[in-house]
């Protein structure tokens, strides 16, 4: 056999179990990039529904705590706040969730207060919107494991030899992590004062 037919036929082999290579990896660097994809849309799902259930808790507390305007006006505020992060095209992760952050706290205050008035913690509607909201955090709570954790499986794999060479080819880039911070997670004191409107410490 010609010698160089054999050593055409050998190289013809390593580029093609090249090629093979490449593309395996390119196809798995897509499919946790999907993931990763999937998993914000299902946060974002679950964020707009948390947004669609606040205003109805606001006017319910609004009708046997109307003087708690303070705390009725930040969760408002960071509730249109979370909105334009969300309707906007441009906004990065981080930006999306400070706005999230920000409106879990005015929450929490929110929640707070109502502890001083048992007629509003009584009420059905206010009892169920509660409930519907606790259920919405806890499935939040679930999907950002998730994304966290595809997130960290796909950062991972981009970063390390010899699959980086293929995603800084085709430019794949790192995802954001979605964390809540401290502050968004620290339930407030309330004191409570015969006759004295209730107090929120921040």
Same mark, same amino acid.
């Given at each position: ?103 879990? =706290?005015? /929450?929490?205050?929110?929640?707070? @207060? ?9 009420? $059905? &509607? *206010? ?43 085709? =430019?794949? /880039?790192?995802?954001?992590?979605? @964390? ?9 004191? $309330? &004191? *409570? ?10």
């Amino acid at each position: 056999m010609n010698v160089g037919l054999v050593i055409a036929l050998v190289i013809l082999a390593i580029l093609i179990i090249l090629a093979v290579w490449v593309i395996g990896i390119y196809n798995s660097l897509v499919g946790m990039r999907n993931r990763v994809g999937n998993g914000w849309a299902q946060i974002d799902v679950l964020l707009k529904q948390r947004a669609d259930l606040i205003p109805n808790l606001v006017e319910t507390v609004k009708g046997y705590a109307g003087h708690e305007s303070g705390v009725l006006q930040a969760v408002t505020q960071a509730r249109a706040g979370a909105v334009a992060a969300a309707a906007n095209p441009n906004a990065s992760l981080e930006q999306r969730a400070a706005a999230e952050n920000q409106l879990s =706290h005015a /929450m929490l205050n929110l929640n707070a @207060v109502s502890e001083a008035y048992p007629d509003l913690k009584a009420n $059905v &509607n *206010f009892m169920d919107l509660q409930a519907q909201l606790r259920q919405v955090e806890d499935k939040i709570a679930y999907a950002r494991q998730f994304y966290n954790d595809v997130t960290m499986k796909y950062n991972t794999r981009i970063q390390t030899v010899p699959t980086n060479v293929i995603a800084n080819m085709f =430019h794949f /880039m790192p995802a954001q992590y979605f @964390v809540a911070d401290e502050q968004s997670r620290v339930v407030p004191q $309330v &004191n *409570f004062q015969p006759n004295v409107p209730p107090q929120v410490r921040f």
